[in-house]
């Protein structure tokens, strides 16, 4: 090995072959006897170098020492090193009495605990060369001597391995797989064979859904714990049975119902096996349930619809195999969701009786024997992989997407023939078929409905999910490895394709929209049982919620970045309820975030969790799950403090098939995963959006169809895919939070390596702005599996109360029931054990619902008839008034609850005395029930204004529908033109983050000019509450000459401030000064990106944009006035002037 020839990578591997402990005693054991001598023993001079072999063990014990063979030219000091896997030094002792040659061997004090079946690196330093090296010696072999195997190269990256260095460093290159003759001494740990102890397992007495969540499950060992299993035999399983798992399951499902037993056992390291505990649950799925679910064994993807209820909040549904449905249990429940399967006609016949009688009937990629049922007429061919466009104009399609979508699989082609089209096939986004993709049907005169899919919504939400089962294992974005965007990667060079993403559709969740078509669906044809209550997908009804997420290689930038979210987080702000900034960073093992750190963080509600690498390249589920076993192991020595991470986003997003990672994660207990990745930049090309078509965590599936009980939560927004902030956050938040309710869950990868980031800081001031949390992923995790274990039983409804029960789950913190208002009717109270508690009522993608914060516990809805329009109760301004403000904005207050989407600029305007529209924005404020008009720009002086809201079908409504009887109109007067006082804001501006937490002191400035010569008198600044102490303002001159100067008196507690100067400061007509003022605490208001490209007008002032006479706007800190000329992403620190053209 000569260093002019090396080829950077690995290192030598050895290990512990599986072998029953009992077949080792207390001896030693090394790779290599005395007697091997090297076939060259001198390979002659070179460079100081660190030489090494890899090693793993099956059984645990100690490294005692290093060997090494030497030859007689390897002179001077020899040092010994032990490592793992991941570089950090474990133990390190300079060779004592060496002798001129052969092997030496030297001790380390204490001996080195190890783990079973985790690999390590032992090596040495030498200064002078001449080490032994036998070339191709791990090509292709191992070296075993029992318990111990040096690994083939290229099985756990190179063997041997060196590293060139002065001092010993991690060896981790790899040359012509050489043996070094590096070896190790090894004492095997006495044999353990004490099993562990189940100390808890509990399960509820009762359920009504084959999949029964576990209540408690713990275990206890002398070492540890390794796998947890839950079956259904009293006989002791097998180490290697099916079904173990690295972290207790928190659910069972059954294959039918009865009367059940479980057993909960628990294994360790050893292979010993514990005693089980069990515990009995009577499982029935008649009876309580409205929903029941059909699915077939001989599709599992039929199951997925329990992942599909659940998202969409229906927590009270049961699930029976195919074959054991009848008459007998049908007839307890309200609707049946039919899975894609075939029907014998007994089957068929079977279903049309029970709808026929009243039933309702929901039928995915229905059999074709079902067509006359369904009112549909067989065309004989298929459509796959197409659109659809929804009817958006009635019924269940109100509220969704108007766009055509994208479905994934089969839809059979159809006529209606009876049926109503709710959905049509499309070809493509524009070419418009006849056939139907969803339609709906009444049946017989006892209130039957069917509606039918064309397509299998289950698979399509899979496959957009989860991307193109085809392309698993291409590579086809040419950069390797092979990650999760190859699965949407449609134009590969040896595969040319369309994207399976259709990036103009990219901006809407297009399987969420198909998810809650079916869920708007569900509850209209339910209406005439019962509503049916819905659990909201987040706490406290919050529209988005952002993930805060950051991998962190070692570099050390994990601490900072949490200390910044802390001085983020709104003071007193409580961490159940998702008010304080949070964030996971995924750390490499040997981070330099110590084991204390971590859990003082994890303590303050953050989370810390590996960082599973793979040295960035493709992996097979086997070397997959070596790596989770060998780093999860270094981990839990590192952060002993910390429990096994539950989340995960693995290096390089490496993704090299189609479900195995999920799989293996859940083997480790890993629940949620992040690495579906919207990345390389050129294929995002900076389109904010949904490349997995959907904000909500779901689970995996299989290929099969099978569910895998890992969340995957893509990773929508990076720091390295291109994309532009604030405006990708904005964009996804105002989307989430406005009209169109593409609600969901964004993660971020904001890289932790550093402390400072633009991309994290720019994400949560648009969260604070909008009202959005910001939480770690094992926040989600556990509010996901909380909800998830919620569910709603004991239902009983006389027409006007609807009674039901709530069993929150574990975690399930700000759980929010949503249940839909019947045609005619509102709703009167609410109460639950016995008291009325508030509700609020809103209409959500086209179904009015009143909704409420629950508990555990019983609830009671009354409703009663409404058909009592909505009123305007008062204005603004006032009608007559003359004299307003040329910067006012326009409001209307009503009587009751709006629907939200009713308002908007079509139905709310105002209109000069000639007729011109005002061109504006409008929104709708839900608790003062107010409508807000803000035009664009000032309005002209002395002019009359009408404003109007407009009535009747295309007007205004209310929550349940009842429309504005007729439009409402009023006018008003601007105030004549003036010599000002004239200001850059309007009165009514607000910023978007009022507070950024403490800083230190620091002055805060705006650049601004005027169309004409005047003076200006005074400064002006937006405060929070926090923003206290005193505040001086000032104005300069471009240069830095400090032209005036005030101390702001009697001060409001929040809001814009004012002081006056002494005396009025002249000012030149289009020349720039700068107005500031100075804060000691922080606190202080800020909009990044304001400046960006843009200026701020309200003539005759102006503001410039960012970059058009140096930064804007400014800054500097100092404990006392300074001319702030520096600057910080466009930022406007909402400072502004007091300017009159006259003298005051």
Not at 720 to 731: R, V
Request: charged content about 10%; glycine content about 10%.
């Amino acid at each position: 090995m000569k260093q002019t020839f090396r080829i950077p990578f690995i290192a030598v591997a050895f290990w512990v072959s599986a072998l029953a402990p009992a077949a080792f005693g207390a001896a030693n054991y090394t790779l290599w006897p005395n007697t091997t001598v090297p076939a060259v023993a001198d390979t002659g001079p070179d460079n100081p170098v660190e030489l090494g072999v890899k090693f793993k063990s099956d059984q645990a014990g100690t490294i005692a020492g290093i060997r090494f063979y030497k030859s007689a030219a390897n002179t001077g000091t020899h040092v010994a090193n032990l490592w793992d896997q991941t570089g950090t030094r474990l133990a390190t002792a300079t060779f004592a009495q060496e002798t001129a040659s052969g092997w030496q061997q030297v001790l380390f004090s204490p001996p080195v605990n190890i783990a079973a079946n985790k690999v390590y690196v032992a090596s040495y330093h030498t200064s002078t060369g001449h080490y032994s090296d036998d070339l191709k010696y791990f090509a292709g072999k191992t070296r075993d001597n029992p318990p111990l195997h040096a690994l083939a190269d290229g099985t756990s990256g190179f063997n041997g391995v060196f590293a060139y260095g002065t001092g010993s460093s991690f060896p981790s290159q790899g040359w012509n797989s050489s043996n070094y003759w590096v070896d190790l001494i090894f004492v095997p740990s006495v044999a353990d064979t004490t099993p562990p102890t189940v100390t808890a397992f509990t399960v509820p007495a009762t359920a009504t859904s084959l999949t029964v969540y576990l209540t408690s499950f713990t275990a206890t060992d002398n070492v540890a714990v390794t796998g947890y299993l839950v079956n259904e035999s009293p006989n002791l399983p097998a180490v290697d049975a099916t079904g173990w798992s690295a972290a207790p399951a928190t659910s069972y499902s059954f294959t039918s119902a009865g009367n059940k037993q479980l057993y909960a056992w628990a294994k360790d390291a050893a292979g010993n096996i514990s005693a089980s505990l069990s515990a009995s649950v009577s499982v029935s799925t008649t009876g309580d349930r409205p929903i029941l679910i059909v699915t077939s064994n001989s599709n599992p993807f039929s199951s997925y619809y329990t992942e599909i209820l659940g998202t969409e909040g229906f927590n009270s549904f049961a699930q029976a195999d195919l074959a054991s449905v009848t008459a007998t249990l049908l007839a307890g429940y309200d609707l049946v969701l039919l899975g894609e399967m075939p029907l014998s006609p007994n089957q068929v016949t079977l279903f049309t009786n029970w709808v026929t009688g009243g039933g309702h009937l929901v039928a995915m990629h229905p059999d074709k024997k079902l067509a006359s049922l369904l009112g549909l007429t067989d065309q004989g061919g298929t459509l796959s992989d197409g659109y659809l466009l929804i009817d958006t104009s009635s019924g269940p399609g109100q509220g969704i997407s108007g766009e055509t979508l994208q479905f994934h699989g089969s839809a059979d082609l159809y006529a209606a023939n009876g049926a109503t089209v709710l959905a049509k096939l499309y070809a493509d986004a524009t070419k418009s078929t006849p056939n139907p993709a969803v339609s709906f049907r009444p049946v017989g005169t006892k209130g039957g409905t069917v509606a039918a899919f064309a397509y299998d919504l289950a698979r399509s939400v899979v496959y957009t999910r989860q991307g193109n089962p085809a392309w698993s294992g291409d590579e086809r974005d040419g950069q390797t490895p092979i990650r999760s965007d190859d699965l949407f990667f449609g134009p590969a060079v040896f595969d040319q394709e369309p994207n399976w993403v259709d990036f103009n559709r990219v901006a809407i969740p297009q399987a969420d929209e198909q998810q809650r078509l079916l869920a708007n669906l569900i509850i209209q044809m339910n209406l005439d049982k019962k509503p049916l209550p819905r659990f909201w997908y987040l706490p406290r009804g919050e529209a988005a919620v952002v993930v805060m997420t950051g991998d962190d290689h070692a570099n050390g930038g994990t601490a900072g970045r949490f200390d910044r979210y802390l001085a983020l987080s709104p003071p007193n702000c409580s961490l159940a309820n998702w008010e304080c900034i949070r964030g996971t960073s995924y750390l490499y093992p040997n981070a330099p975030l110590t084991n204390t750190q971590a859990a003082s963080y994890t303590a303050a509600g953050f989370e810390v969790a590996l960082h599973v690498f793979t040295n960035c390249a493709d992996w097979t589920p086997s070397t997959l799950d070596g790596f989770f076993s060998d780093q999860l192991t270094s981990w839990a020595s590192r952060y002993s403090s910390l429990p096994l991470p539950q989340t995960n986003r693995t290096h390089c997003i490496v993704w090299s098939d189609y479900a195995s990672q999920p799989q293996i994660e859940l083997r480790h207990g890993i629940r949620l995963d992040t690495n579906y990745y919207y990345w390389p930049p050129t294929w995002v090309n900076n389109v904010p959006g949904f490349f997995t078509g959907s904000g909500m965590p779901m689970r995996f599936a299989d290929l099969q169809g099978h569910l895998i009980d890992v969340y995957q939560a893509a990773t929508q927004m990076t720091d390295e895919s291109g994309q532009s902030y604030p405006y990708t956050i904005d964009t996804l938040l105002d989307r989430a939070t406005g009209p169109q309710g593409y609600y969901g869950v964004f993660v971020v990868n904001a890289h932790t390596d550093l402390v400072d980031s633009d991309v994290s800081d720019a994400v949560v001031y648009s969260a604070l702005a909008h009202g959005v949390p910001v939480i770690s992923a094992k926040q989600l995790l556990t509010w996901l599996d909380g909800r998830n274990a919620s569910s709603f039983s004991g239902f009983s409804w006389n027409g006007t109360t609807l009674s039901f029960a709530v069993s929150a789950g574990s975690g399930a913190n700000g759980l929010t029931v949503a249940v839909p208002i019947p045609d005619g009717k509102t709703v009167q109270t609410v109460t639950a054990k016995g008291s009325t508690i508030p509700f609020a009522l809103q209409r959500i993608k086209g179904i009015p619902y009143a909704t409420f914060t629950a508990s555990s516990g019983n609830y009671q809805v009354t409703f009663s008839s409404d058909r009592t329009p909505p009123s305007v109760t008062g204005v603004t301004p006032a009608s007559g008034t003359v004299g307003v403000p040329t910067t006012a904005a326009v409001s209307a207050q009503f009587s009751e609850a709006l629907d939200g989407t009713s308002v908007s600029p079509d139905t709310f305007s105002l209109r000069s005395g000639s007729g011109i529209a005002v061109p504006a924005a409008v929104t709708y404020d839900a608790v003062s029930r107010t409508a807000t008009l803000t035009p664009s720009a000032p309005l002209a002086n002395s002019t009359s204004y009408t404003a109007t809201v407009e009535g009747g079908a295309a007007g205004v409504k209310d929550v349940v529908g009842n429309v504005l009887p007729g439009d409402y109109s009023w006018s008003f007067s601007t105030a004549a033109s003036g010599n000002g006082p004239f200001s850059l804001f309007n009165a009514g501006a607000t910023p978007r983050v009022v507070d950024t937490g403490p800083d230190a002191a620091v002055e805060l400035g705006v650049k601004f000019r005027s169309d004409s010569a005047g003076y200006i008198t005074g400064i002006r600044f937006y405060k929070a509450a926090t923003n206290t102490g005193v505040h001086v303002g000032n104005l300069w001159s471009i240069s830095g000459k400090l032209l005036a100067s005030v101390t702001f008196p009697n001060e409001t507690p929040s809001g814009w401030q004012q002081a006056t100067f002494p005396a009025p400061v002249a000012v030149t007509a289009n020349t720039t000064y700068v107005a500031s003022y100075h804060t000691v605490s922080g606190h202080y208001s800020v909009d990044q990106s304001f400046f960006s490209g843009k200026g701020a007008d309200n003539v005759p002032l102006h503001a410039p944009a960012d970059g058009t006479n140096g930064f804007n706007g400014v800054f500097a800190y100092g404990a006392t006035s300074i001319f702030p000329s520096q600057g910080y992403l466009s930022s406007n620190y909402w400072v502004d002037v007091l300017f009159s053209t006259a003298t005051p």
